[in-house]
């Protein structure tokens, strides 16, 4: 499969399955398109109709052309074959480890931001803290089911984790001082609105937290109209020093900014800049998920204007890398050369599976955005996963679980894309959230053509 596109001059020809990528002028372009629909000579007829008044183009060049694509193709770079359905199913099914955790350790918050999935932290129910045994209990469940894998992954998440700020460092204390005896190691990330930043969370992470999640939705007027206290105050003037302190504290590495835009800021490239101008250089910035009739939903009409943005965004970045202030931008970072291996390509975040959310009352759920609904509910850290047909379902999901993705070009990038996402769209893990596939595929293109022009330069 062969997806072709124009983008900042460039013509760009990616080879789904192989994961090459070709840039090409104008007439290899058109060979290309035509070249499983149409004879030689048809395309020779083609292409000296469209370009034969160009000094350069002649029959000669244009077979020559040909015979290039042809050796491409016989090397397995271009039209290669689609390999890996058998592969994405084995995978999951053989995979029985567990391999990371999302530690609900506070189902309750000191913001009381109005687009929150999670109900301002509550998952629509009681407002809640996790008790050092029920995290002590998941982490031993963690072991206990992740075989001979040595790597750990916890995510420290809420509600606002540091409103149960001790039980997070007795759980830490707790995973290192049984990494040894069990031949683990642990990675911890902990997401946080930054209120409750201090001088001990600053330092307590920095040693401890392999990554920190930080929201920030951009400029002042953006933030402050989602992200209030319950007093109706902004939180911008109160988390941004304490952000800026945390980061430089850092050394800049290991966090990310993240963002969330709505229907009130498509021009969401003015916040990322406005990020990267107060010095932050890890970002993200993530678009609205949310019932299409809440007024700050993204509309279809809201699509061209994101399209152009992220456009916007991917040119600014290659200017200003060559300036010497580039910033990293999250869904822009493709190792085109040693990305993931294809078993991860094809079978995803492995949620419900590899990973899963922990409730303060130690319940187990697929992923923290199905945390609540009882549906979902795979069972507890005492006794395991009980629900096994809710975790078969979330087993069978891969880059060629749904019939609309097994022809799509951005299969082996988004892994058949996000089953929360697809499941608040559809009603259905196995369903498609289209808006959110298209705005994938756009970033994807964006990324590729942000990797041609960085291999350009060099």
Not at 68 to 91: I, M, P, Q, R, W
Not at 165 to 174: M, N, P, S
Not at 271 to 278: E, K, T, V
Not at 279 to 291: A, D, H, K, N, Y
Request: proline residues 2%; aromatic residues 12%.
């Amino acid at each position: 499969m062969v997806h072709q596109y124009k983008l900042n001059g460039y013509n760009i020809v990616l080879d789904t399955c192989s994961g090459s990528v070709h840039t090409v002028d104008e007439v290899a372009y058109d060979v290309i398109a035509m070249y499983q629909t149409a004879s030689r000579e048809e395309i020779v007829s083609e292409m000296l109709k469209k370009y034969g008044h160009l000094e350069d183009v002649n029959e000669a060049e244009i077979l020559e052309c040909l015979d290039d694509v042809a050796a491409l193709e016989e090397s397995g770079k271009l039209f290669s074959e689609d390999k890996y359905e058998n592969l994405a199913h084995t995978y999951k099914n053989n995979s029985k480890v567990v391999k990371a955790l999302c530690l609900h350790v506070a189902h309750t918050c000191n913001l009381n931001c109005s687009y929150c999935f999670a109900s301002q932290g509550k998952y629509q129910g009681d407002r809640a803290l996790m008790s050092f045994e029920v995290g002590k209990q998941a982490f031993d469940f963690l072991v206990a089911n992740s075989g001979t894998r040595r790597n750990l992954e916890v995510d420290f998440f809420g509600g606002e984790p540091l409103m149960n700020w001790e039980v997070v460092k007795q759980l830490v204390a707790y995973a290192r001082s049984i990494e040894k005896a069990h031949n683990k190691n642990f990675r911890f990330t902990l997401t946080t609105n930054g209120v409750l930043i201090d001088d001990d969370v600053i330092d307590f992470v920095n040693r401890e937290m392999s990554n920190v999640v930080l929201s920030l939705d951009g400029r002042r007027e953006i933030h402050d109209h989602f992200r209030r206290d319950y007093a109706g105050k902004g939180s911008y003037d109160t988390i941004l020093p304490k952000f800026k302190r945390l980061v430089e504290a850092r050394g800049g590495k290991g966090y990310y900014m993240r963002g969330t835009f709505t229907h009130n800021n498509v021009d969401f490239t003015n916040d990322i800049f406005h990020m990267a101008d107060l010095g932050f250089t890890e970002l993200s910035m993530e678009p609205v998920v949310c019932p299409p009739d809440d007024p700050y939903a993204l509309t279809e009409a809201d699509l061209p204007v994101l399209f152009e943005q992220y456009e916007i965004l991917a040119k600014e970045m290659i200017k200003r890398k060559k300036e010497g202030r580039g910033f990293t931008f999250y869904h822009y970072m493709l190792d085109l050369k040693n990305g993931p291996c294809i078993y991860k390509r094809i079978t995803g975040c492995g949620s419900g599976t590899e990973y899963m959310a922990v409730t303060p009352w130690g319940e187990l759920f697929p992923c923290h955005q199905f945390v609540g609904d009882p549906k979902y509910s795979l069972g507890n850290v005492w006794d395991g996963v009980k629900n096994i047909e809710v975790q078969d379902e979330f087993r069978s999901c891969n880059a060629y679980a749904r019939e609309e993705c097994r022809d799509c070009w951005a299969k082996m990038y988004c892994s058949g894309g996000c089953a929360a996402n697809a499941y608040h769209a559809t009603g259905s893990v196995g369903g498609v959230y289209r808006y959110g596939c298209e705005l994938f595929k756009k970033r994807i293109e964006c990324a590729v053509m942000m990797q041609v022009a960085e291999a350009e330069e060099q």
